[in-house]
């Protein structure tokens, strides 16, 4: 009997412990709960203020297709920037052929929260460190961790890509090596 009222009374201190920190958390963040409980703590998603967004539509042009920040490449932007106040950009690639590798195999990082690239038409010869070399086809898609290194190494003449990448505006660094 001893025993069951001490673990039913360590139990209880534990329950009152957790409804603590959490009343805790909620008055005086997260920071101030792991001061005053000295345990680490997480808070409860707090939702973030939602940027005004609008529904963005892009048709297919051959017109729409511009130089932007590769030589090698054309960029078809597909309205998302403007259409989510900057959360996020999107834009099908055109890599224009043939692939000159001196141009082209530049290791560099995009210091962007998110990068998803799908593979539209052709082939493209990447490296990302960490990975490896890679050949994606048509119907390939990767995603790239913030400030990964990476590269093309070679690419189809046709190959076309989908890039999504937030936020919006970025920059991108070029490494020395």
Known sequence: MAKQKRASNGTARKVANRTLVKKTIRKV?????????????????????????????????????????????????????????????????????????????????????????????????TYMDGVGEQTMRQGSCWTQPPRIKHLIRDYSDNCELLEVILPAQFKTVEVKG
């Open 29 to 125: 963040g997260a920071a101030r709960a792991t001061k005053v409980t000295g345990k680490k703590t997480t808070a409860e998603p707090v939702p973030a203020k939602r940027r005004k967004q609008r529904a963005a539509v892009s048709h297919y042009r051959e017109e729409d297709f511009e130089s932007g920040l590769r030589a090698y490449a054309k960029y078809r932007d597909l309205g998302v920037a403007a259409a989510t106040d900057g959360l996020a950009q999107a834009h099908v690639i055109r890599l224009i052929g043939p692939c000159d590798p001196k141009e082209v195999s530049k290791l560099h990082y995009h210091d962007a929260e998110f990068q998803l690239v799908y593979v539209l038409n052709g082939w493209v010869k």
